[in-house]
């Protein structure tokens, strides 16, 4: 019976970990967050942790609104790279496009590239109506 209580959450345990990194992305050229209506002010402050400790990113957000589901439908947040580049934005959740933040480090320098920060809508999703 132990064995089994602990395979469930290791199982969890292991989902939760996997749809994290899924939304959060940090690499030398870009770090990418996308939050969803499902994000939890705990997960956001997760996220708050990680971005400051692997890629030295201060994200901060406000403002939550929270619709009849309990779930996010509009948020503030604010990102500073600490390195010139910063931008706040407020972000209405949709399950049409992804929204959120893009650093890209690699456009540094570049006035060919797209910008250095995005925040907003960050997918590349068609809209699709039936």
């Known amino acids: 019976m132990m064995r089994t209580v602990l395979l469930l959450f290791l199982i969890c345990l292991t989902l939760e970990l996997s749809a994290q990194r899924k939304q959060l992305f940090i690499s030398k050229e870009k ?36 619709n009849s589901k309990k779930e996010i439908s509009k948020i503030t947040i604010e990102i500073n790279s600490n390195d010139g580049i910063s931008g706040s934005g407020t972000l209405m959740t949709s399950n049409i496009y992804n929204v959120g933040f893009i650093r890209d480090y690699s456009s540094t320098g570049n006035p060919s590239s797209q910008a250095p920060l995005i925040i907003g809508n960050i997918s590349e999703k068609e809209i699709k109506l039936d």
């Open 31 to 66: 770090v990418e967050l996308t939050i969803t209506e499902k994000n939890t002010e705990t997960q956001l402050k997760k996220f708050q942790k990680t971005l400051k400790e692997e890629a030295n990113i201060d994200f901060n957000f406000k403002d939550i609104i929270y």
